[in-house]
């Protein structure tokens, strides 16, 4: 004979698993879309980087004919859709030859006073700055999203649910070199 008690225990014996296992797989949803936005927030300020390389070209243009070509050439080597690792590489090239770019101005006093290049130069180092602070948000998430997928008993459910770990953005040997100035 079912009673209102062996009915409620019943009831709860079933819905309590449900609903951990529906807050496990949203919880993952979550942090999956913390990393896609941060993803995505990088991406932007990588853009914001890009779009300024030609406006830097420009008012290298007519000082330093070297360095004008080189920025022209890092217009041309940005790729729209790439995997992490390739991007990671690709990004760390694009702001050594940056940096270089920046440091061999050195060399050409008229362009180092020009009110253009130097507004551009602080907008780079703005840029600079929240691609740094992007790069944190994102490893950070993927810190936490790594962290629930990978432990216990989160390793079990992101297994069932398909969840995998993602690859966080990091400098690679070249990057970590000192910059090295290039002079025409």
Known sequence: MITFGNLFWGIVSVTTPTFCLIAAYNHFVTLRNKVDEAYATMDVCLKKRFD????????????ARHEAQ?????TKMRVADTD???RMK???GISMTLKNVVLAVENYPNLKASENFLELQ????HIEDEIASSRRYYNGSVRLFNNAVLTFPGNCLASLYGFK???MFVADEESRQNTIIMTA
Do not use: C, H, N
């Open 122 to 125: 602080r907008e780079l180092s």
């Open 70 to 74: 080189t920025l022209e050439d890092i």
């Open 90 to 92: 690709q990004e760390a």
């Open 52 to 63: 300024l390389v030609p406006r830097m070209a420009e008012a290298v243009r007519g000082y």
């Open 84 to 86: 992490l690792k390739m």
């Open 165 to 167: 770990k993602r690859e």
